[in-house]
């Protein structure tokens, strides 16, 4: 079942990052279908987040998009190269985000290794939040369009609590005791 706006709308970003774990992403771009699990997540909980984009109600052309009702993508640019694909959760004016860090490819996985300029499948097709974008197909252009919608969209699918760890979020040192915070979550697909 395809996943609404309002599933995004829930008020807790941490829980709901995990409950990402094993959700099917999907996207349309260029005519070309893509889709994978969710196998990387991490939270990001607006104001009060010393990793967060909108840290103390930071309000500016790149982060207004975090401002807007749940169920949107948040792109943006990192280092100038990797588009880093966030889906905007909550309500309007809360600002939290769910960064999608990796993607066990389902579907497409010629056209990914196409956009990603590889011969063959590796375990770091679409693992790492540049990697899975380049794959995907996912640009700037994408910011602030609906993640329920004919170009990216996700289906409801759940694996156990068990084989979902939660770890600290990756490389925001500069977060300080923020960059503590279990807010990273992985799924563990063996066997499954």
Not at 75 to 96: E, M, P, R, S, W
Not at 137 to 149: A, E, F, L, R
Request: glycine share 8%; net charge positive.
């Amino acid at each position: 079942m395809k996943l609404s706006p309002e599933y995004f709308q829930q008020n807790d970003v941490v829980a709901l990052a995990k409950d990402l774990i094993g959700k099917h992403l999907y996207t349309s771009i260029d005519n070309q279908l893509c889709s994978g699990i969710i196998s990387e997540t991490e939270a990001y909980a607006g104001i009060g987040d010393k990793a967060c984009h909108a840290h103390l109600g930071r309000f500016t052309k790149r982060t207004r998009v975090m401002y807007k009702t749940g169920g949107i993508a948040y792109v943006y640019l990192c280092y100038g190269i990797h588009h880093l694909f966030n889906i905007v959760t909550n309500q309007k004016g809360v600002a939290d985000a769910v960064l999608i860090r990796g993607v066990i490819p389902v579907e497409g996985i010629e056209t990914m290794l196409k956009r990603r300029k590889k011969d063959k499948i590796t375990s770091q097709l679409c693992s790492g939040p540049g990697n899975f974008t380049q794959a995907f197909g996912i640009t700037k252009t994408h910011n602030s369009h609906s993640v329920c919608s004919q170009q990216i969209w996700l289906k409801d699918h759940c694996i156990e609590a068990n084989k979902i760890k939660a770890t600290p979020r990756i490389g925001i040192d500069y977060a300080e005791e923020d960059a503590l915070l279990p807010w990273r979550f992985v799924g563990d697909f063996e066997g499954i």
